[in-house]
């Protein structure tokens, strides 16, 4: 891949898509990338999951603090008075034939914490700390997808308008060879079925143009799904990106790198945590707890206003509980998270196996790609001097029109062959560095704010409630909703 190829991609992008001096602004690569990654539903909704992997960590950060809790415990009791001597109720006197109600209220303000759990909250919180990053790196992949889409998009309508060209080019170029071939059987120089074949040709040529621009409306649609609007003139393609210089390197990076593997190796360790968090559910919990009381009472329904305040109670315990039989629940938790470890280290291997393999298809795909070419050009040079010999024997009358026109089709083949073998480089060039895990904003330096998964999750990783932090992460809400 040294002057060779960049000769090869010189020809590539001058040939697969072309541009007018005249044109005021052509589309380019980097416009299509930035408008996909900056319209994609998809990374609006996976940074929106990432935003709810934070705020699971915030729970579990949360779970470490004291809890602050109130209550309002209201009693209303009534009595009525049937016999004929005074009784007391609430504090009150009630005659007889008389009835009469009491209100106590009691407010209570209660902290608690749990003390010791023998790390289960920590445990809890460090494996939620791998969740976060295992979502952080399924972004990136996200991100990958969304580029490579786009890429993919914009060749593809590139190599479709160069296709409608050439097939509009062959209807012209047969409407000539049957004009000709109708004046000829005017003068009596060849056959009526030669002019029908000429026609026949000419009515498959117009099906083949209709086809290619079906196949180039599919890839507008295409484009305008994946981009975000419909595209206008397109520029021609950019020098390709740099990848590696051998296969072996290019694996190496991809299985340091790729967000897969990384997402893979989170959610390993994420579910290696969970048991030994598991195991420690079996353990017991010391909690602390701390509280204050006061009962207010009196007669009618408002005994704060008007009643009269007993004394203020303060308590402190320190409680220790544990589980000695829960059915087998906790020991069949213990038991699903070894089985989820198991099946993670398992997926971890197999992430690796599917990135080495998407990278040796990449490379294999260039290679193939660089072996079409250079056939191709060698190809289209053979049918060019082909049909310029056969049309000038035609005119010598050594050869017939289904000469002239079967040499046209192999010309038109061989250079749709070559165009798209164009397309396949440049596109496996893309496939090559998303399977080593490169396929970025940032790698490729589009020059784009992109989103950053820290500003969010330092905002809540410490479970803010309000407070100058909380007024922050309003903030943030706020500018993420528009």
Not at 131 to 156: F, G, I, K, N
Not at 202 to 207: P, V
Request: hydrophobic share 45%; net charge neutral.
């Amino acid at each position: 891949m040294g002057c060779k190829m960049r000769k090869i991609w010189t020809i590539v992008a001058a040939g697969l898509m072309s541009v007018s001096p005249l044109t005021l602004y052509a589309e380019t690569l980097t416009d299509a990338l930035i408008s996909a990654y900056r319209n994609s539903n998809l990374l609006t909704q996976n940074q929106a999951i990432l935003r709810a992997a934070d705020e699971d960590l915030a729970t579990a950060v949360g779970t470490l603090k004291p809890v602050l809790s109130y209550s309002v415990d209201i009693a209303t009791s009534g009595v009525y008075n049937p016999s004929s001597s005074t009784v007391l109720f609430g504090g009150a006197l009630v005659a007889p034939g008389k009835s009469d109600f009491a209100t106590t209220n009691t407010l209570s303000l209660i902290a608690s914490m749990d003390l010791f759990d023998f790390g289960r909250g920590k445990l809890s919180v460090a494996a939620r700390n791998e969740l976060v990053q295992a979502s952080q790196q399924s972004l990136v992949s996200v991100e990958q997808d969304v580029l490579l889409d786009a890429v993919t998009a914009y060749v593809t309508l590139g190599l479709q308008s160069e296709l409608v060209a050439a097939q509009e080019s062959n209807v012209r170029l047969i409407t000539q060879d049957l004009r000709a071939a109708r004046d000829r059987f005017e003068v009596g120089e060849v056959t009526r079925t030669e002019v029908a074949l000429a026609e026949a040709q000419l009515a498959s040529a117009n099906a083949a143009l209709a086809a290619a621009q079906g196949n180039y409306n599919v890839a507008r649609e295409a484009y305008k799904a994946t981009i975000g609007h419909y595209p206008g003139q397109l520029s021609g393609l950019p020098e390709r990106p740099a990848t590696a210089s051998s296969l072996d390197a290019a694996r190496g990076i991809a299985l340091r790198s790729h967000p897969v593997v990384l997402q893979a190796q989170h959610q390993a360790k994420a579910a290696e945590l969970g048991v030994e968090l598991a195991r420690k559910e079996m353990l017991p919990t010391l909690e602390g707890s701390a509280s204050l009381s006061q009962t207010y009472s009196g007669d009618g329904l408002l005994p704060l206003v008007s009643g009269s305040s007993g004394p203020i109670s303060e308590r402190l315990g320190v409680s220790m509980k544990q589980t000695i039989f829960a059915g087998g629940r906790l020991s069949s938790a213990f038991r699903k998270a070894i089985a989820q470890h198991q099946s993670a280290m398992a997926g971890l291997q197999q992430t690796g196996v599917n990135v080495d393999q998407a990278v040796g298809r990449a490379w294999s795909n260039i290679l193939v790609a660089n072996a079409s070419i250079e056939a191709g050009d060698q190809q289209i040079a053979a049918a060019q001097a082909a049909y310029d010999g056969i049309k000038q024997e035609a005119e010598l009358g050594s050869r017939t029109i289904l000469d002239v026109l079967d040499a046209d089709q192999d010309l038109l083949s061989a250079k749709a062959s070559r165009l798209q073998a164009a397309a396949n480089l440049y596109i496996s060039q893309y496939q090559l560095l998303s399977a080593m895990g490169l396929l970025t904003v940032d790698h490729l330096r589009l020059g784009i704010p992109t989103y950053d998964p820290s500003v969010y999750l330092n905002a809540v990783k410490s479970a803010p409630a309000t407070s100058a932090r909380g007024a922050k992460l309003d903030r943030i809400l706020k500018s993420l909703g528009k």
